[in-house]
C-alpha cells in the first residue's frame, strides 16, 4: 500500500507570501492528484499529473517521479486561498476495472491579511 | 448541471439502526466512489462502481453495502450502524478517461453522520 505524507500538516502565511506544500509517497505512481477542501467541507480537483509541471492562475504543482516527490506552490497568496491541500497518488488499476487513490491526510493552510 | 449531489446533509442514528445515503449525479459518468474522511485521516475508499450494475470493494468495505441501479446513482448503506461509522462522508464521480483524456473526480458536498 502505498503511504502518502504531506508537510506541513498545519501551514499559516501572511497574505501576499509564497507558499509551498509537499506530498511524497513510498511507491511508484502513475499519476498524482492535489485537491483542495473548502473550509464548509466541498473538495475539488485542482491538479492531475504524471510529470513534469502544470500552472492554473497563482497555483503550480510540480511532480519529480524518481524522487517519489510534488509540490503544490501557490504565489502571492490570498486569505481566500484558505483551505485544506490534498494529495493523492494513483497507483495503478484494481482487478475491478479502476484505479484507486491514495490520500495524503491534508495541509491546513490559514492566510492571514 | 447541478454536478454531484448527496442526500440528506446531515443525520443522526442510534446504534443499530439502518439507512442509506443517495449520491446522485447529472454529468453521466461511469465511474462513482464512496469515501469517508475521519480527523487525522485521509479519504479512505468504501466501495466504488465502474458502471451501471456493477460494484467492487474499497480499502474499508465493511459494515456498508452499495447498489447501482441505475448510471447516475449510487447509494450507500448502512445496515447495522456502529458508533465507528460516525465520520463525513464523500461521493464522487469521474468519466472513462479515454473520453476526454482527463481524470478529475468530481466530488459531492458531503454527509456528515453521527452514530450514537
Known amino acids: 500500500k502505498n503511504e502518502v505524507e504531506q508537510s506541513p500538516q498545519n501551514l499559516t502565511a501572511q497574505e501576499g507570501e509564497f507558499i509551498t506544500i509537499n506530498c511524497s509517497y513510498s511507491?511508484?505512481?502513475?499519476?498524482l492528484h492535489w485537491l483542495q477542501q473548502h473550509p464548509g467541507g466541498g473538495i475539488v480537483s485542482l491538479f492531475m499529473l504524471s510529470s513534469g509541471k502544470k500552472k492554473h492562475g497563482r497555483l503550480i504543482a510540480t511532480i519529480n517521479i524518481q524522487e517519489k516527490h510534488s509540490s503544490l506552490h501557490i504565489t502571492a497568496s490570498h486569505p481566500r486561498d484558505s483551505a485544506v491541500y490534498i494529495c493523492?497518488?494513483?497507483?495503478?488499476?484494481?482487478?475491478?476495472?479502476?484505479?484507486?487513490?491514495?490520500f495524503g491526510k491534508g495541509t491546513k493552510l490559514s492566510v492571514i491579511p | 448541471n447541478a454536478g454531484v449531489t448527496q442526500t440528506p446533509k446531515f443525520r443522526v442514528l442510534k446504534t443499530g439502526q439502518s439507512m442509506t445515503l443517495l449520491c446522485a449525479q447529472d454529468m453521466n459518468h461511469e465511474y462513482m466512489y464512496w469515501y469517508r474522511q475521519d480527523p487525522g485521516m485521509g479519504l479512505r475508499l468504501i466501495h466504488y462502481s465502474v458502471g451501471e450494475g456493477t460494484t467492487a470493494k474499497g480499502e474499508v468495505p465493511d459494515g456498508y453495502n452499495v447498489s447501482r441501479l441505475k448510471k447516475q446513482n449510487f447509494l450507500l448503506g448502512l445496515e447495522s450502524a456502529a458508533p465507528s461509522q460516525t465520520s463525513v462522508y464523500f461521493c464522487a464521480s469521474r468519466t472513462r478517461k479515454g473520453q476526454t483524456g482527463v481524470e478529475t473526480q468530481y466530488f459531492g458536498p458531503g454527509t456528515r453522520l453521527l452514530v450514537l
Open positions: 511507491v511508484g505512481i502513475s499519476a
Open positions: 493523492a497518488v494513483r497507483s495503478g488499476y484494481s482487478g475491478a476495472g479502476s484505479y484507486q487513490l491514495t
